[in-house]
């Protein structure tokens, strides 16, 4: 299977249509299509890919992150450092939960991941990320708590 990077799949030609998609498009894939076909292990393989992600995109500090996040209207990052490896990230305007209804489960693995990634490229140590709130839950943002190690 043929790897692909971030310049072979940016190149978009859609005179039309333009370089966007509508946001219940890709919540239809996230969190109905991929959650259906991976079933149970859809958090683990999401948390994954995720990672993969924010590891390509290459950040290189925490405004380069936050910038990053916003372009690709992941959604608007807050980082809030509670010791030098252990930071608390507010996700507003999530892609996959912000104006979700109250469901008791949260599922934004594959935010938490890229979070994650990009933690880890930046201080170039491992990054555990856990979600902590969502929308799904009551909240009216995101959280991630992140462990560098
Ligand atoms: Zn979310």
């Not at 790897?3 to 039309?16: A, N, Q």
């Not at 809030?80 to 104006?99: K, N, S, W, Y």
């Amino acid at each position: 299977m043929k790897e692909y990077s971030l310049e072979d799949i940016g190149h978009i030609v859609r005179p039309k249509l333009g370089d966007e998609i509508p946001l219940t498009l890709f919540r239809i894939l996230r969190i109905i299509g991929m959650r259906n076909i991976l079933g149970d292990t859809s958090g683990a393989t999401l948390y994954m890919m995720g990672k993969r992600v924010g590891n390509m995109l290459g950040a290189k500090d925490l405004s380069d992150a936050t910038e990053k996040i916003k372009t690709l209207k992941i959604g608007i990052p807050e980082f809030q450092f509670i010791d030098e490896d252990h930071i608390v990230v507010r996700l507003f305007e999530c892609i996959t939960c912000a104006g979700f209804t109250y469901t008791g489960e949260m599922f934004c693995d594959m935010e938490s991941g890229i979070i994650a990634g990009l933690m880890e490229t930046i201080y170039s140590k491992k990054a555990k990320s856990t979600q902590t709130k969502s929308w799904s839950v009551g909240y009216n943002y995101c959280e991630f708590e992140i462990f560098l190690y």
